[in-house]
């Protein structure tokens, strides 16, 4: 048995002896420790180095508070850093090391950093390492990165899985302390849906180091007991090891639920879950925090809060130490000095900075043989990596001072009490609103904004009796409030109570020189090393609002978010401005509560699994055949079919020449598809589109460009018009949803007088574009009963037929200026359309061609791409469009702001063609164009290049841009610096093939 | 995450909708006669106020209908949900 | 005021830092100032500055409801770069980053401004062309921008996942090195000490309450400490200037959005960079002190209280876990939000209002903290001499009406 664990008590398994690793070497737990208490069941209180002098420190801490003993645990993918060691379960194997130390947590070069301590008080960076200039990114900040964080980072990717849950529930209890059981239990008596979240492995908060009974029976019993009760009811749920980690507006709060941590490393299965509840009403019970005192060298390893030591006594059966000395200003701390004597530590004396100790808890542990040394404080501390003894003095009546003899006393702990800090976080995040209670030394919840009520301890109940009638209490007003009967009311389980003398709140424990003086530190942030002196010292350089005073201290900023800390500093502030707690305020609290990984928080929304990806019903095919996918929104497109090695040029020659010359095949499945019904169908498509609708024939299609009310080309898309009262638009393939959601909002709210009914129909139906010389000849034989001749079926226009047996839909439009057939069936007859295409198509030489070949062949017709050849900031006139906006409709979206001063303008950016001088080069897309062939940045630039292509059919390079005053540079040259050389090009119409539209049809 | 209540389908989660602006901004019947000054109030200006504020919602992964709600911007409290045609901010419940 | 130094610092230290002064007076209103600056964040306190310092304006007074650099200079992401589209919008930000590069010298603080380097990612190949285009701007705007491939992304940031199998893939991103982080509060602490050592009045916990105009003109303001009477007035008060406008009576072209950020536990130095991504919704860098700061885009309802939603910060978490899956076991440490002016075109105002003598800056969005001194720049020369400094010229409130936007979407299509 390790040599501070005691032979019995406390609720670990003795039977189940767990070896662990810290810092290389092997010791032993039990299952039921944390690593914390494992360690000090070892002796090892030195468990890591502070932030910015590298001092050595030890457990403070029996909980989420713990600001000192952080660890990083595991290797490789399971290396996790910044763990609180009161925190982490022990289980067999688990390796921990010390952060922020090297070569080791006990010869620490960074320990150096002590002797400049003077140096390095608060904000010492904003004063320093400005010159020269040229040193703060070369030296100084490299260095300060270097020294800044005690963790290493993670370097493999998590092997672990995470997920989420929704909840909804009547009543969640945050804490299941004696409070949150108490309520909980009233809640589900009155058949309330409940949820139980508290943070540790098992419910009962403080009463899992409590010795006292409740109604007769040992508290854990006690504890034991509710929760079998609540776990009976049906409507319950308890959640151990789940955090309460943010509470957000409209009562919805997020927790944090550890399933398999405890159990070692790589379980399987999901490692945290995330969960996200909407209560109706909540009941906070997340109990309290003590709070240290702030006295000279309070850092030393050895020095604990007396709850913590409490807990680890009555809790985990281990011994902060052999010899031990108590410090407080409250009575708490007096039961931790009984239970230690009771079980084997020596106390040598509680020191009360209190003038007298005359109150029921002080006789009781004068009862039980304690020393009690009133008005007096800790002046000094003796030793470094574990305190060896304390000194002793008389405080001065106003506490400012201490004076007379100073009595030395060996100890190897101290366990401190500077009073409780109500965790209010969760209320504070809800809104709710504090005020300080002088009384108690701390805040407490004041305002409620939102369905929730504090109760116990953070609520500033400190009392065990209190906390279970508050809680009772909460419980039925919780049911009350979501309109249940309380259950008929029970009588609350008995407890023993000592009435409490008053605390005297003490914020400085002065030493034997003042503040900031000599090489004693008073430490307020352990964790971040910020003492009283830097506090003050902020406070005269006037950094005086709370804020300010966290941020240039960095007090509160640790892992821990001050939650030992923010009291003590607040009021160190307040006492130095001389002005109340209240005046000075609090801080708000931010979620969440304890840190929270990463992974939870993303969940499954990692992978392929971050976001949905669209493919189309012949997306197999596609993947057979080789084809290289580009992304376009949420859809996977073919973005071309390489041939044996072929690169992406010499793939995209072969399908373009293979459309020009023959027949190519395109799946636009992709294109938005909205149904569009209604009588006033027609009329809607006059609003929304810029050219006219009425008289568009049954059967026939049309082009259509949408935009925005500021003018701006929104969208664009063929609309067919299939019957008197029935269109199908089909829009863009990043848009389409942009595009149903604008139209459903103009229908809903500016025009619900129109009859018209919207569906978006993208994925029912399957398009297969097959367009070339030779695709009348193909279309032919898939539809033999079709005449396809063009007065039959002449340019857009549509036909139903039979295609390869398939009911068809088939639009004769075109994006490559060839004669082009797309054929849609239904989206499940898709794979079976296109493998009868390429059956009849083998010997036509069809070809398959992606995106980048529609791109190309389109660009040589001078079609543009919305997103491409725009980017909202260009209008139908400035495409050179001007022929698809309406001058005789009396208004369309988009209309009014055309007559605009800047809209109207003549010079705006137009789109041209360009031509370059040598045409075998390339322009790259997105090359800017300036007038002038020379000159050295900045200059003033034209527009850009939005498209550009080699074109196999031309035998040369192809471009588009937009360039200021475009329809007037007509012929002229312009240029294209490019850094390494400059392209010369020639302004001409954006046509390069076919302009006169022959080849359409056939 | 607010929980709105959509006057179809009950109360849902802020997810479920897409926010649409200031509510009771309605598209000038004749854009043709505003001046520019006054087209540009209808597509820009906005009352953006700290407090009250009515503003449109659409239950796009539900319904997919517009409705409108008087929220306070402050506390994000929805006073309101309602359809149709507006009131002055403040009255009717 | 005594100078900061290392020399300072340690003669302190002989006197256990008793003799710091104040670094900024808290002053008591005057009747009357030459120029009232509303909001003492960080492009308040630059405009009293550059007032002072470039105009010789010293009887100014800078009025803050709360805390200075309370509002979001102490809440953003603290990404500093000049890489945007337009002409005019990189004239500006470039302004800014030049007067960033010796802020530290110029007000004897160290506001820690380190430029490693700004990464912007390309996930498709609309965002590579995108990113060509503004490669090539910005190269002929004289600002410093590179295209790197997928390799060079790697290189530059080792811990990127570029692998070709992520949902949404690294294909290339365009770096400005010049781009990086400032420490925010410094930013403010060490505007408010040079303003106030030039004599500006900084006056804190005093609520603007009502702009007092007589005959079409600004004559002072109402605040929570009585009339101040005011020659001429700006407001600076990013997040509420829709607030202030209506008490001058007129609206503004812009919308308060909450805008949420958080950072993890700190880890020893893992990212250099910044890196942005618009596609997977997501930026993050790594502070001197070593937490990683993430942010993204805004939430979608309009609010003034510095809350979002948690969604917005689950999808940025997964957002974040597919640039960088080693992440996954850190944690996040501290959320919060503030509140953001969105203007139509993503650009900012910073112009005379309808009301003479008074002028506004405003409608930053989620991208201010990088304008921080340029934009104090400009306006004190608009305010000073009652026209637009060349710079802010094309951001005046008219071109709402006139249709001539700056639309920076593009640019902060992911907030930044």
Same mark, same amino acid.
């Given at each position: ?132 200039r040229s040193f703060w990114m070369r030296v100084?900040e490299p260095?300060?990165r270097r ?6 980072a993670p370097s493999e990717a ?440 990463y992974?939870?928080?993303a969940?499954?929304d990692v992978g392929e699994l971050s976001d949905v990806a669209r493919v ?6 596609h993947v057979?055949?080789g084809a290289v996918f580009e992304d376009v929104g949420q859809w996977k497109r073919p973005w071309y079919y390489p041939k044996d090695g072929e690169s992406l040029r010499e793939a995209v020659n072969r399908e373009c020449l ?8 395109l799946d636009?499945?992709t294109l ?36 925005k009310?500021?003018?701006m080309v929104f969208d664009d ?15 863009t393939t990043g848009n389409a949803a942009a ?76 994006f490559t ?32 061609y992606g995106t980048e070949t529609m791109h190309v062949l389109r660009a040589e017709k001078g079609f543009i791409i919305v997103g491409q050849e725009t980017d909202g900031t260009v209008t139908?006139?400035d495409l050179g ?26 010079d705006r950016k137009q789109l041209v063609g360009l031509l370059t001088e040598d045409p075998e080069e390339v322009l790259p897309e997105g090359a800017q164009i300036t007038a002038d062939a020379d000159g050295t940045p900045p200059m003033p630039m034209l527009g850009h290049v939005t498209s550009s292509y080699w074109s196999a059919t031309l035998g040369r390079s192809i471009a588009m841009a937009l360039i200021a005053d475009g329809?007037?540079r007509?012929?002229t040259t312009v240029h294209a610096p490019l850094g390494v050389k400059t392209l010369a090009c020639k302004v001409v119409k954006p046509v390069f093939f ?9 | ?93 | ?75 953003n992401t603290t990404i500093i770069r000049s890489n945007y589209l337009w002409d005019e919008s990189a004239a500006l930000y470039e302004k800014s980053l030049q007067l960033y590069e010796g802020l530290s ?6 506001i820690m401004f380190s430029q490693r380097g700004v990464l912007n990612l390309a996930h498709n190949l609309s965002d590579v062309r995108e990113a060509q285009r503004r490669t090539n701007a910005l190269r002929l705007n004289g600002i410093d921008s590179e295209w790197l491939d997928a390799e060079g992304v790697r290189e530059f940031c080792p811990i990127l996942d570029i692998s070709r199998t992520a949902r949404y893939p690294v294909l290339g991103g365009t770096l400005q090195r010049r781009g990086g982080t400032a420490r925010h509060?410094?930013v ?21 309450? &009502? =702009?007092?105009? #007589? *005959?079409?003109?600004? /004559?002072?303001?109402?605040? @929570? ?8 007035? &700006? =407001?600076?008060? #990013? *997040?509420?200037?829709? /607030?202030?406008?209506?008490? @001058? ?10 805008l949420q950020a958080l950072v993890s536990?700190?880890v020893k130095p893992v990212i250099d960079c910044v890196v942005m991504s618009n596609a997977v919704h997501v930026y993050v860098s790594q502070s001197d002190?070593g937490e990683l700061v993430i942010g993204a885009g805004i ?13 917005m910060?689950?999808h940025q978490m997964g957002a974040l876990l597919e640039l960088f899956p080693v992440f996954s076991?850190l ?9 953001v002016?969105v203007c139509p075109d993503a650009s900012p105002?910073i ?12 409608g930053w969005g989620t991208g201010g903290f990088k304008a921080t001194p340029g934009s104090?720049f400009v ?11 060349p710079l802010n010229?094309p951001f005046?409130?008219?071109r709402?009406?006139?249709?001539h936007l700056i639309d920076e979407h593009g640019a902060a299509a992911v907030a930044h």
């Amino acid at each position: 048995m390790a040599e501070f664990r005691n032979s019995s008590g406390g609720r670990i398994d003795r039977a189940r002896p767990l070896t662990f690793r810290f810092n290389g070497k092997r010791y032993q737990g039990f299952s039921g420790d944390t690593l914390a208490s494992a360690l000090l069941a070892n002796g090892v209180h030195l468990v890591g180095r502070s932030f910015k002098y590298h001092r050595p420190r030890g457990i403070v801490t029996a909980g989420a508070e713990e600001p000192n003993a952080l660890v990083q645990l595991e290797t490789g993918g399971y290396f996790e850093p910044n763990l609180r060691a009161t925190q982490v379960e022990l289980y067999d194997g688990l390796t921990a090391s010390s952060q922020n130390a090297w070569p080791s947590v006990d010869f620490d070069i960074g320990a150096i950093n002590g002797f400049f301590s003077k140096l390095f008080v608060a904000g010492f960076y904003y004063k320093t390492f400005m010159h020269p200039r040229s040193f703060w990114m070369r030296v100084y900040e490299p260095i300060i990165r270097r020294a800044a964080a005690g963790a290493r980072a993670p370097s493999e990717a998590d092997p672990d899985t995470y997920d989420k849950m929704h909840a909804h529930c009547d009543v969640l209890v945050a804490g299941a302390g004696p409070a949150g059981l108490m309520a909980a239990l009233e809640a589900a008596k009155a058949g309330a849906r409940v949820i139980v979240a508290d943070e540790q492995a098992e419910f009962g908060g403080s009463l899992l180091g409590e010795t006292s009974g409740i109604d007769g029976i040992p508290a854990a019993q006690w504890v034991e007991k509710m929760r079998a009760d609540l776990a009976a009811f049906p409507e319950v749920r308890l959640l151990p090891r789940t955090t309460v980690t943010g509470y957000y507006d409209h009562n919805y709060l997020i927790m944090a639920e550890r399933k398999t941590d405890h159990l070692g490393r790589g379980m399987g299965g999901v490692r945290q879950r995330l969960w996200k509840v909407r209560a109706k009403r909540v009941v906070l019970a997340t109990g309290a925090h003590e709070r240290p005192l702030v006295f000279a060298d309070n850092d030393r390893p050895g020095i604990m809060l007396a709850g913590a030591a409490r807990a680890y006594v009555n809790r985990y059966g281990v011994k902060p130490g052999n010899t031990g000395v108590v410090f407080t200003n409250n009575d708490s701390a007096y039961e931790a000095a009984i239970d230690l004597a009771k079980t084997g530590c020596r106390i040598e004396a509680i020191i009360d900075v209190r003038p007298q100790a005359t109150g029921a808890m002080a006789q009781k542990a004068r009862a039980a043989g304690l020393r009690i040394i009133c008005g007096a404080a800790i002046a000094g501390v003796e030793g470094a990596k574990r305190v060896k003894a304390v000194e002793i003095a008389p405080l001065s009546s106003d506490g400012e001072t201490v004076g007379g003899p100073v009595k030395r006393i060996e100890c190897d702990f101290v366990a401190v009490s500077g009073g409780w800090t109500p965790a209010v976080h969760l209320l504070s995040q809800s809104g709710g609103k504090l005020r300080f209670d002088e009384a108690k030394a701390c805040f407490v919840p004041n305002v409620s904004v939102q369905a929730e009520t504090s109760a116990g301890a953070c609520n500033g109940t400190l009392f065990l009796e209190g906390a279970l009638e508050e809680g009772a209490k909460a419980g039925r007003a919780a049911v009350e409030a979501v309109g249940l009967m309380p259950a008929q009311e029970s009588a609350l389980p008995k407890v023993e109570t000592v009435e409490a003398a008053p605390i005297h709140a003490l914020w400085i424990v002065p030493g034997k020189k003042p503040v900031g003086h000599g090489k004693a530190k008073h430490f307020v942030d352990a964790q971040n090393d910020v003492t009283a002196a830097d506090i003050m010292l902020a406070s005269r350089e006037g950094y005086r609002s709370v804020e300010h005073l966290k941020r240039y201290t960095t007090t509160g900023m640790g892992t821990d978010q001050g939650k030992t800390s923010n009291v003590n500093a607040l009021a160190i502030l307040s006492r130095t401005l001389s002005s109340p707690i209240p005046s000075v305020g609090t801080t708000t609290f931010r979620p969440p509560y304890t840190p929270v990984t990463y992974g939870t928080l993303a969940g499954r929304d990692v992978g392929e699994l971050s976001d949905v990806a669209r493919v189309t019903p012949m997306h197999g095919w596609h993947v057979a055949r080789g084809a290289v996918f580009e992304d376009v929104g949420q859809w996977k497109r073919p973005w071309y079919y390489p041939k044996d090695g072929e690169s992406l040029r010499e793939a995209v020659n072969r399908e373009c020449l293979a459309v020009r010359n023959g027949v190519g095949i395109l799946d636009a499945s992709t294109l938005g598809k909205i149904d569009i019904q209604g009588p006033d169908a027609a009329e809607f498509l006059n609003r929304v589109y810029t050219n006219a609708w009425s008289k568009l024939g049954i059967g026939r299609c049309r082009y259509g460009i949408m935009c925005k009310e500021d003018g701006m080309v929104f969208d664009d898309g063929v609309t067919t018009r299939l019957g008197e009262n029935h269109f199908l638009m089909t829009t863009t393939t990043g848009n389409a949803a942009a595009v149903l959601d604008r139209l459903e909002d103009y229908l809903q709210t500016e025009w619900p007088d129109l009859k018209v009914y919207l569906t978006s129909v993208t994925e029912h139906w399957a398009t297969a574009s097959i367009a070339g010389p030779k695709a009348r000849e193909l279309v032919g034989e898939l539809a033999p009963d079709l005449d396809l001749s063009n007065d039959a079926f002449p340019f857009m226009s549509m036909k139903e037929a039979t295609v390869a047996g398939l009911a068809a839909r088939i639009y004769r439009i075109s994006f490559t200026g060839e004669l082009s057939y797309e054929i849609n069936v239904p989206a499940y007859q898709g794979m079976a359309l296109w493998e009868a295409i390429f059956a009849a198509g083998e010997t036509h030489g069809l070809t398959p061609y992606g995106t980048e070949t529609m791109h190309v062949l389109r660009a040589e017709k001078g079609f543009i791409i919305v997103g491409q050849e725009t980017d909202g900031t260009v209008t139908p006139f400035d495409l050179g469009m001007d022929w698809i906006v309406s001058t005789k409709k009396p208004d369309f979206v988009g209309k009014r702001s055309f007559s605009r001063p800047d809209t109207a303008r003549t010079d705006r950016k137009q789109l041209v063609g360009l031509l370059t001088e040598d045409p075998e080069e390339v322009l790259p897309e997105g090359a800017q164009i300036t007038a002038d062939a020379d000159g050295t940045p900045p200059m003033p630039m034209l527009g850009h290049v939005t498209s550009s292509y080699w074109s196999a059919t031309l035998g040369r390079s192809i471009a588009m841009a937009l360039i200021a005053d475009g329809g007037n540079r007509q012929d002229t040259t312009v240029h294209a610096p490019l850094g390494v050389k400059t392209l010369a090009c020639k302004v001409v119409k954006p046509v390069f093939f076919d302009s006169e539209g022959a080849r359409l049809n056939g | 995450m607010l929980l709105i209540e959509c006057p179809w389908c009950g109360p849902r989660d802020e997810i479920e909708f897409a926010y649409g602006g200031e509510a009771h901004i309605a598209r000038p019947a004749d854009p043709s006669k505003l001046s520019d000054a006054e087209w540009a109030e209808f597509l820009f200006f906005r009352s953006n106020p700290k407090g009250a504020h009515r503003e449109r919602w659409v239950h796009a992964a539900g319904c997919r209908r517009w409705f409108n709600v008087e929220r306070d911007t402050v506390s994000y409290r929805i006073s309101r949900v309602y359809t149709g045609a507006c009131e002055p901010v403040g009255e009717g419940q | 005021m005594g100078s900061y130094s290392v020399f300072a610092l340690v003669k302190n230290a002989f006197s256990h830092h008793a003799g710091w002064e104040r670094a900024w007076r808290d002053a008591a209103p005057k009747a009357e100032y030459d120029v009232v600056i509303i909001g003492a964040g960080g492009h308040g306190l630059a405009t009293a500055y550059y007032l002072a310092k470039e105009h010789g304006i010293t009887n100014v007074a800078v009025i803050e409801k709360g805390w200075l650099g309370g509002g979001n200079t102490g809440r953003n992401t603290t990404i500093i770069r000049s890489n945007y589209l337009w002409d005019e919008s990189a004239a500006l930000y470039e302004k800014s980053l030049q007067l960033y590069e010796g802020l530290s010298q110029d007000l004897n603080y160290n506001i820690m401004f380190s430029q490693r380097g700004v990464l912007n990612l390309a996930h498709n190949l609309s965002d590579v062309r995108e990113a060509q285009r503004r490669t090539n701007a910005l190269r002929l705007n004289g600002i410093d921008s590179e295209w790197l491939d997928a390799e060079g992304v790697r290189e530059f940031c080792p811990i990127l996942d570029i692998s070709r199998t992520a949902r949404y893939p690294v294909l290339g991103g365009t770096l400005q090195r010049r781009g990086g982080t400032a420490r925010h509060d410094a930013v403010a602490w060490g505007l408010a000490r040079a303003a106030s050592a030039r004599g500006v009045d900084i006056i804190q916990n005093c609520e603007v309450t &009502g =702009i007092r105009r #007589a *005959g079409g003109k600004v /004559v002072g303001v109402e605040t @929570a400490k009585g009339f101040i009477g005011a020659k001429k007035v &700006g =407001i600076v008060t #990013a *997040g509420h200037s829709s /607030v202030l406008a209506q008490m @001058a009576g007129f609206r503004l072209p812009i919308e308060s959005h909450p805008l949420q950020a958080l950072v993890s536990e700190p880890v020893k130095p893992v990212i250099d960079c910044v890196v942005m991504s618009n596609a997977v919704h997501v930026y993050v860098s790594q502070s001197d002190k070593g937490e990683l700061v993430i942010g993204a885009g805004i939430d979608t309802f309009t609010g003034y209280g510095q809350r979002g939603s948690f969604h917005m910060i689950e999808h940025q978490m997964g957002a974040l876990l597919e640039l960088f899956p080693v992440f996954s076991r850190l944690r996040m440490l501290r959320q919060w939000g503030g509140i953001v002016d969105v203007c139509p075109d993503a650009s900012p105002i910073i112009s005379k209002t309808p009301v003479d003598n008074l002028f506004i800056n405003c409608g930053w969005g989620t991208g201010g903290f990088k304008a921080t001194p340029g934009s104090g720049f400009v306006f004190a020369h608009t305010i000073a001499t009652g026209e637009p400094h060349p710079l802010n010229a094309p951001f005046a409130l008219d071109r709402f009406t006139t249709g001539h936007l700056i639309d920076e979407h593009g640019a902060a299509a992911v907030a930044h």
